[in-house]
């Protein structure tokens, strides 16, 4: 894995390098500048690319994943509710992601294959 980490509004993130051929324009540009390869999360078993939280919690489920709910008020009451959160009983793991499915990237879609590494694969798209 290859590219820049780029530091913007206190957070950091890597921004692959382009295809040589996708050089040209954006000039540091945001997300959907030319070149950014995007990227899916495949569900290996099924070869189906997961496209909402609903087929994502479904599968996530059939591995024994149960949604999370924090209970209680305070700070972290409130930013646990900007997202939706998995816990399994047989670990300590917690899978945490932005509410917003439009949000969900390439570190989130990350941190599921690496608690999930037969099941999920991270793709370019």
Do not use: C
């Not at 993130?13 to 382009?18: H, Q, R």
């Not at 294959?113 to 999920?120: E, I, S, T």
């Amino acid at each position: 894995m290859s590219g820049v980490w780029v530091f913007r509004n206190g957070v950091v993130k890597l921004v692959e390098n382009p295809p040589a051929s996708a050089n040209s324009g954006g000039g540091g540009g945001g997300g959907g500048g030319g070149g950014i390869r995007r990227k899916a999360l495949l569900h290996m078993p099924t070869g189906e690319v997961v496209t909402s939280y609903a087929s994502l919690e479904r599968k996530l489920a059939a591995l024994g994943w149960e949604r999370y709910y924090s209970g209680g008020g305070g700070g972290a009451a409130a930013a646990a509710a900007m997202m939706l959160q998995f816990h399994k009983r047989s670990s300590v793991d917690l899978i945490s992601l932005p509410k917003d499915f439009s949000q969900f990237g390439s570190v989130h879609m990350y941190d599921i294959v690496v608690k999930n590494r037969d099941a999920f694969r991270v793709i370019d798209v």
